[in-house]
């Protein structure tokens, strides 16, 4: 029997994130948005109700939930403001699982109580400053063994939660050597503050201003070998497993903001009026509004599927780059309809269909463009592939 019917369990989460979105993110988010700040009191509640600790066990301080937990959360805080989202779903599905599943006990019990607790985040280093779909091709940071630790070099560009004021690390991907002729990559932990380790300003961005994304620089920067993550020279295979989850988690958050812009729009036609009646009763608005609705449910089914897959330790990888490209797509389609809808309040600021028309098109961009998910689904689909990923 196939259901898509949340259990007790998750529905139960699923309506106490929806009340902290619409409680305490909602009235505020605005104001943070338009100043470019990051709203540690709003993380602080999240890590409060468990949100980061969602699907590591409760050994390392977390909720001992699953995977499709914290999607569902991020879908549901997406529907009303995507910096918040991307803030967790960068911090657990990016900056913390990766700690969780390559990571040896003392890292673990290092970093992850705090990190469960939403009380420090972890940043995640792939994408340099010359290229971030062609990894490895295009990475230039290296990392060398020098008397017991490693001395970092390079640059890091677009890093997600990398310079907030409760950061506690990196993990960073680096090239530590080229035993016979091949690049051999490997995930290395920098703590924040390592001498070496430079984070630059804050990047003035387009959409997701509430959410913190900056260059990093990495100059004779000297880490324990200790810090390792994982196994030396699995670097990229480990970052391509963190992807394709935090692709599946990407589309989550897609589909909520998909899902959003129907919110707003369902609210706004029934009090704007033009040539005498309702918005909502006009044909073509009430079009819009069901094909709106058709993307949004189209691209949750496709996360959960894509999801479900991921649970039951089956493969995922074309159904989460299914779900990301499908999921992106609608998330700029209805905020472009939604905006459309919302006439000239829709480009003023102060509404959430003109938040959601500047967020959305990073979805496109960020943990793969969809032009990268299109290369996966054609080379598992046995088209090309000469690359491995
Ligand atoms: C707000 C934000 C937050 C981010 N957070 C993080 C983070 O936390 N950690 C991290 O590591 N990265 C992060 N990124 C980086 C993001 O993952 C990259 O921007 C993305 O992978 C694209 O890389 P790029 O920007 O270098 O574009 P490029 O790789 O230079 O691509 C440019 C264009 O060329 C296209 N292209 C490239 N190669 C091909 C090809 N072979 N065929 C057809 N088209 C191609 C791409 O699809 C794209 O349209 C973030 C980015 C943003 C904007």
């Known amino acids: 029997m196939i259901s898509y019917r949340l259990g007790e369990e998750h529905e139960a989460l699923r309506v106490t994130v929806a009340e902290f979105a619409r409680d305490v993110v909602a009235p505020v988010i605005g104001g943070f948005y338009e100043r470019g700040e990051f709203p540690y009191e709003i993380v602080a509640r999240m890590g ?15 909720m001992g939930g699953d995977f499709f937990a914290l999607c569902l959360a991020l879908h549901e805080l997406a529907r009303v403001d995507s910096s918040v989202a991307i803030t967790l779903e960068a911090g657990v599905a990016l900056g913390a699982m990766p700690i969780y599943r390559f990571g040896d006990e003392q890292q673990r019990a290092q970093w992850l109580p705090d990190l469960c607790r939403g009380e420090r985040l972890a940043a995640f280093g792939l994408t340099e400053p010359g290229g971030g779909s062609d990894i490895p091709g295009g990475m230039r940071t290296t990392a060398r063994l020098e008397q017991g630790e490693w001395v970092i070099d390079g640059s890091k560009a677009f890093i997600t939660n990398s310079g907030t004021a409760i950061t506690s690390l990196v993990t960073a991907l680096a090239i530590t050597g080229d035993p016979g002729g091949r690049r051999e990559i490997s995930a290395i932990i920098v703590p924040s503050g390592t001498p070496g380790f430079t984070v630059g300003p804050e990047y003035s961005k387009v959409g997701w201003c509430a959410s913190d994304t900056r260059e990093l620089a990495f100059a004779s920067c000297r880490v324990p070998e200790a810090n390792l993550l994982g196994e030396r020279g699995r670097g990229y295979a480990q970052f391509l497993q963190i992807l394709d989850e935090g692709r599946i988690a990407i589309a989550a958050l897609s589909a909520g903001l998909a899902q959003g812009c129907v919110d707003e729009c369902l609210r706004y036609v029934r009090e704007r009026s033009a040539f005498g009646h309702q918005l909502g009763d006009y044909q073509d ?26 649970q039951a330790s089956e493969p995922f990888k074309k159904q989460a780059a299914i779900a990301k490209l499908t999921a992106s797509n609608a998330a700029m389609d209805n905020a472009r309809d939604a905006t459309q809808i919302f006439g000239g309040y829709g480009f003023m600021n102060e509404f959430p269909v003109a938040r959601f028309y500047r967020d959305a098109k990073v979805l496109e961009i960020g943990e793969g463009t969809s032009e990268v998910q299109r290369m996966i689904i054609a080379r598992q689909l046995g088209v090309g592939g000469s690359r491995p990923d």
């Open 48 to 62: 409060k109700l468990g949100l980061f600790g969602l699907p590591f066990p409760e050994e390392y301080g977390g």
């Open 285 to 310: 608005i009430q079009f819009k509004i069901a094909d709106m609705e058709a993307r949004a449910h189209g691209a949750k089914l496709a996360w959960y599927d894509a999801a479900a897959r991921l």
